[in-house]
């Protein structure tokens, strides 16, 4: 099966911007999307194949595709972009559709 | 509004099978979303275990699960179930369901394998 590889723990100051990556071969095909999971709670979408926001997404979450990595900005971060961010994308090996994530990326807003 | 309600928490002796089950409403549960299955033990990543066509029952599984998860649906219930057989206490996860390209979760039920 394909893997995801993601950045280790990276922090940034209230306001300021940062930038995730997400590295894998299946990239190549398939655009990611990205979902943040705070503390005690279940993932949320953030953001689709094609820099597509969910409703009630705001806009400072932005994305981007190049070759074999993906790549999530947060714009002016807010306390409560605070948890852990995890691409996933279609994994196009196998008989049948299956998916793969990442292994996620901690971030702390200070 | 969409929502995908799941199971309560399970404790279960090794060896065991467990049965999880995700409720739908605020779409139709047969429309073209399949239900994904996701687990996470704690303070761990998000894996991804299988998924399953509400409207045709169709299913395919992760290689590390073939052969121990089965994926089913009642539609007369909007209900998708997760049952994964013969536990092991690495089996201890909360497990999710996720509707499609992972636009709306379960809240995660928590399963602990323990003797």
């Known amino acids: 099966s394909s893997e995801l590889t993601q950045d280790p723990p990276v922090s940034v100051a209230l306001g300021q911007t940062v930038t995730i990556t997400c590295q894998g071969a299946v990239l190549k095909y398939f655009s990611a999307s990205w979902f943040l999971q705070r503390p005690g709670q279940a993932p949320v979408l953030v953001l689709s194949?094609?820099?597509n926001r969910p409703s009630g997404i705001p806009d400072r979450f932005s994305g981007s595709d190049s070759g074999t990595t993906a790549t999530l900005t947060i714009t002016g971060a807010r306390a409560d972009d605070e948890g852990d961010y995890y691409c996933n994308s279609r994994d196009p090996s196998g008989s049948h559709p299956r998916w793969v994530f990442g292994g996620g990326t901690k971030l702390t807003v200070l | 509004q969409v929502q995908l309600v799941q199971s309560e928490a399970e404790l279960k002796e090794p060896g065991a099978s467990v049965r999880v089950s995700c409720k739908a409403s605020g779409y139709t549960f047969t429309s073209n979303y399949d239900i994904n299955w996701v687990r996470q033990a704690t303070g761990q990543g998000l894996e991804w275990m299988g998924w399953?066509?509400?409207?045709?029952?169709?299913?395919g599984y992760a290689d590390k699960f073939e052969g121990r998860v089965t994926l089913t649906r009642d539609t007369s219930l909007s209900t998708a179930y997760m049952e994964l057989r013969n536990l092991k206490s690495d089996d201890t996860a909360v497990y999710y369901c996720?509707?499609?390209?992972?636009?709306?979760w379960g809240q995660g039920t928590l399963v602990t394998v323990s003797s």
């Open positions: 399953m066509n509400p409207n045709t029952g169709n299913t």
């Open positions: 194949p094609g820099n």
């Open positions: 996720a509707r499609g390209r992972f636009d709306f």
